[in-house]
């Protein structure tokens, strides 16, 4: 290849505006790749939170001294231990109460365990609207820094009597590498959104299922007495 057709010279000659597209671009891609990392590793996180805390829970051990360990542990629970951690102290707190019906204690600890189930799955769906927003518009941005550059380079050829691939290839070589930013940017963006939402989408089913799982012991440890 040219020399002068090289990525970096291409990107140093373009315009102000493909410049400012390609940075854009550029950004949006450093960006998305920062939070395909830390994302990654937080969904994996979950994962092996709550294999570890179902293989603890469903052991046989009393739920109230389970309780008291994850609250004396020194660490911010998440995922299914937030959800035990509310229901449960709900349902102790509410079960201690004068007067009230043990389907009023279970009725306040699902509030509580879904307020927490909610909260958490907001938690984990924080930064995937980012993606998708790249993912659905790098290509357009990219396509604007194209449709750029050829009006300049076909602009350029008005002050000229006889055209040549070599007056406008730079211009037209400069709209392309912004195109291939665009997609560079958009396709990572758009793999690691289905592939994030998809893995949600499991662990949702698990918080919810060991949700229902939770009210059923309850329900049958208040109607116990």
Known sequence: MNSDLSIFTLIK??????????????LASVVSWTYI??????????????????????SGIDLAD????????????????????????EFARLRQQPGITPDAVVEGAQ?????ALSRELDRLDERLPFLATVGSTSPYVGLFGTVWGIMNSFRSLGSV???TLAMVAPGISEALVATAMGLFAAIP???????????????????????????????RQAHAK
Do not use: P
């Open 66 to 89: 389970l309780y008291r360990q994850l609250a004396s542990e020194d660490y911010d629970s998440e995922g299914m231990e937030n959800i035990f951690l509310v229901g449960f102290k």
């Open 37 to 58: 990392f830390s994302k990654f590793k937080e969904l994996r996180r979950a994962e092996q939170t709550s294999d570890e805390f179902e293989e603890r829970f469903w």
């Open 111 to 115: 509030r509580g365990m879904r307020v």
């Open 189 to 219: 963006a758009v793999m690691a959104y289905n592939r994030f939402s998809t893995h949600i989408g499991r662990l949702a089913n698990r918080y919810e299922a060991f949700t229902e799982e939770f009210l059923s012991l309850l329900h």
């Open 161 to 163: 009597k006889q055209a």
């Open 13 to 26: 000659e373009a315009s102000a505006v493909v410049q400012i597209v390609m940075f854009m671009l550029m």
